[in-house]
């Protein structure tokens, strides 16, 4: 069985769990898959039709493109005119307003024939009309050229050239022209001539609307029509504009004929099948290989979260046709699931994830084949991220494998360098640059779902970090422990395929509870040893209680849970045996509770605490060898690691006995390397005195 997949059955809660975010995933997916005008065909203007001849099967309209709809309607639309109502007694009341206030002036101050040029004036001006500024400016904006004018059931039609607005009104007045000999424009202003310019044409919105549509009406929306037994293609010939028309044409007839609520749940049922099956996949390959992924619930939801994130994406980009799915980086994913989980996972789900999206495109091979070959290689250049050069080196492997990949495919379709799509390749070269964004990513999901990635290990291990430098200073045995227990641990995790980093990071921090006590623990003792005043129960829990202020620094400096894992574990439930042995020799006849001497736990379930716990062992009690030989430093090592499997202490961890054996290896190699016996140098003596160098050394002659 897999070393990963030894676990205890399901809670009926957390068999719950994984059914409702798998249904609830598998929901979301289908929900939001396009289902409208699916494609009967593919095929693309300028390239060959794939297909065996098509002739039409029944009749149908050839439909003009959007655009040259467009152009049609704006052309049309330029004798639309729209409609506006006058009233004549506007005019009329102003003209009285002005005249009444100019003859109630005293003295007078305008004369009579400047009263009768404005009157004149401004008779002219509310016979042709005055827009108010809003409806002026939007008729110019929309470049009408008429208006219709109605009063009493009579329309006439009137140039706006002819339709005065407020501004232009005021123009017209003060523009005396030819009778600037006879008129002086002073003598106008004073008339404040700006307070009898109102507007007194009104548009009609729903008698200008219906002219609106009488025009657009007229519009045909088709430009011939298909008559069905009549030839469109033929396999090979390319697809000229005008026959990209007619099958355009005939997709948008065959949606007409055949879209209906019944058929649209058909396809809502046929896509709720295909996803539901690549899912049950997905499941079946955690069920049987990585069945401890499933037992963590935010495990489970970022899992689900990437298929249904990238299928949501692809699915917008596809239903409003915005760009193209190629600039969507899916690479992402299996960088995601590779740094939190393992390259096989990553790549499952990969696969799973491009499946689904690709049943929404016009293309699905090139897609499948193309994202599959980049998320290989993204799983193959990033087995590990602790430097963003990491990613960037990544990103470039990814781009250049999807540029060759898609330039291979198009390459074998149309055999002409000259007809490969290269905005394409623009694209491709987009996603790359995008896929640059999964560094920041990769700490959004640290922080949702409570993973701990290579990058935060790297900066955890740092030996400047404050926690670490505290430790070498209050403790600087302890600290010299953790790093010799890191190396041979990381060591280890490197020969048997675990986290090495990750093992490394739990080594440095495993006995930082020491700095409240430092002096009770033997490596950084003197010359002396508090506990030789101390009950053996009470050396007991001093030496206990690291786990627990252990924790308590962890929580202090933010530590990850993993890493409190490696600090509750590295005991597991052992006993402190010096004190408990050496409690039961001085008493061997009281019964002893053992709950005194024991570390509260629990026992590693995790292959590297499992490593933690032999290397911390290991190293501790090799300190006590009296000499170190191989045979010495060989026995020490069996004799431990075996006691510690004989107790059980990794029954709840997924290492097997060929690991354990291996690691038993590495750790006879490494003490031997760092216990080497060295040669001892020999002193210079020196000459007595008054003897001479012949004397000493005996003659050269004999």
């Known amino acids: 069985m897999n070393r990963y997949n030894q676990q205890n059955e399901l809670t009926p809660k957390a068999l719950i769990y994984r059914i409702v975010i798998t249904l609830a995933a598998l929901i979301i997916v289908c929900l939001y898959m396009p289902r409208d005008e699916q494609q009967t065909y593919q095929f693309d203007l300028g390239k060959p039709w794939r297909y065996s001849q098509l002739i039409a099967t029944y009749d149908f309209p050839v439909y003009k493109s959007q655009e040259t709809i467009q152009k049609e309607q704006d052309s049309i639309l330029r004798y639309y005119e729209p409609y506006f109502a006058i009233a004549p007694s506007v005019g009329q009341q102003q003209i009285e307003r002005f005249k009444t206030t100019i003859a109630a002036q005293k003295p007078a101050v305008i004369p009579a024939n400047y009263v009768d040029y404005v009157t004149r004036k401004l008779e002219q001006i509310y016979s042709r009309g005055i827009m108010d500024t809003k409806d002026y400016d939007l008729m110019q904006k929309n470049h009408v050229s008429n208006i219709r004018i109605f009063a009493q059931n009579e329309a006439a039609e009137r140039p706006m050239s002819q339709v005065f607005s407020h501004k232009t009104a005021y123009e017209y007045l003060v523009d005396l022209g030819a009778d600037s000999l006879h008129y002086d424009l002073r003598v106008l202003r004073k008339c404040n001539l700006n307070d009898y310019i109102t507007g007194n044409l009104t ?3 729903e008698k200008s609307e219906e002219s609106r549509k009488d025009l657009l009406g007229s519009l045909s929306y088709s430009s011939g029509m298909v008559m069905s037994g009549q030839k469109i293609i033929d396999r090979g010939e390319i697809v000229s504009p005008g026959t990209y028309e007619i099958l355009l044409s005939l997709e948008k007839e065959y949606a007409k004929r055949n879209t209906s609520k019944m058929q649209s749940h058909t396809v809502l049922t046929g896509q709720f099948f295909y996803v539901g099956i690549i899912i049950l996949c997905m499941s079946l390959y955690f069920n049987l290989f990585r069945r401890d992924y499933l037992a963590n619930t935010r495990n489970l939801l970022f899992i689900a979260s990437m298929p249904v994130i990238f299928t949501l994406i692809t699915a917008f980009l596809v239903k409003h046709s915005l760009l193209s799915v190629y600039i969507i980086p899916f690479a992402m994913v299996p960088i995601f699931i590779r740094v939190f989980m393992d390259s096989r996972t990553a790549f499952g789900i990969h696969v799973g994830t491009v499946m689904i999206c690709a049943v929404m495109l016009k293309y699905p091979y090139e897609f499948i084949v193309t994202q599959t070959v980049a998320g290989m290689v993204a799983i193959y250049s990033l087995r590990e991220l602790s430097q963003r050069s990491q990613l960037i080196r990544a990103a470039f492997f990814v781009t250049l494998a999807s540029l060759l990949v898609y330039a291979s495919m198009e390459l074998i379709h149309e055999k002409d360098f000259s007809r490969l799509d290269y905005r394409m390749y623009i694209y491709i070269a987009i996603n790359g640059a995008l896929l640059l964004f999964a560094y920041p990513f990769l700490f959004l999901c640290e922080k949702m779902f409570g993973f701990t990635s290579n990058v935060t290990l790297v900066e955890l291990s740092n030996t400047n970090n404050e926690l670490l430098r505290k430790l070498s200073e209050v403790a600087p045995g302890t600290f010299q422990h953790s790093m010799q227990v890191a190396n041979l641990a990381t060591e280890v995790a490197n020969k048997i395929g675990a986290k090495a980093m990750l093992v490394r990071t739990g080594a440095l921090y495993h006995d930082i509870g020491k700095m409240n006590n430092p002096a009770y623990f033997t490596e950084n003792q003197k010359n002396f040893n508090p506990h030789s005043r101390l009950s053996y129960e009470q050396s007991a829990a001093i030496v206990i209680s690291h786990i627990k202020d252990g924790l308590k620094l ?46 509260p736990g629990p026992n590693p379930f995790t292959l590297e605490q499992a490593i933690l716990m032999m290397a911390d062992s290991v190293e501790a009690a090799s300190r ?26 990794f029954k709840e961890c997924p290492i097997t006995f060929h690991d354990i054996d291996t690691a038993k290896e590495v750790f006879k ?16 003596k020196k000459k007595p005195e008054g003897a001479t160098e012949e004397a000493q050394t005996g003659s050269t002659s004999k």
């Open 554 to 599: 962890a929580d202090k400096y933010n530590l990850p849970q993993i890493i409190k894992d490696f600090i509750t574990t590295h005991h597991g439930k052992g006993k402190t045996k010096y004190f408990f042995i050496s409690y039961k020799n001085q008493n061997p006849d009281e019964t002893v509770d053992e709950s005194k001497f024991s570390y």
């Open 624 to 649: 006590s060898l009296g000499e170190y030989t191989e045979e010495s430093i060989n026995m020490l090592v069996e004799k431990i690691i075996d006691s510690q499997v004989e107790e059980g202490f």
């Open 203 to 205: 548009y009609d919105q």
């Open 669 to 684: 190699e490494k003490l031997r390397t760092i216990y080497h016996t060295r040669i001892s140098y020999p002193e210079l």
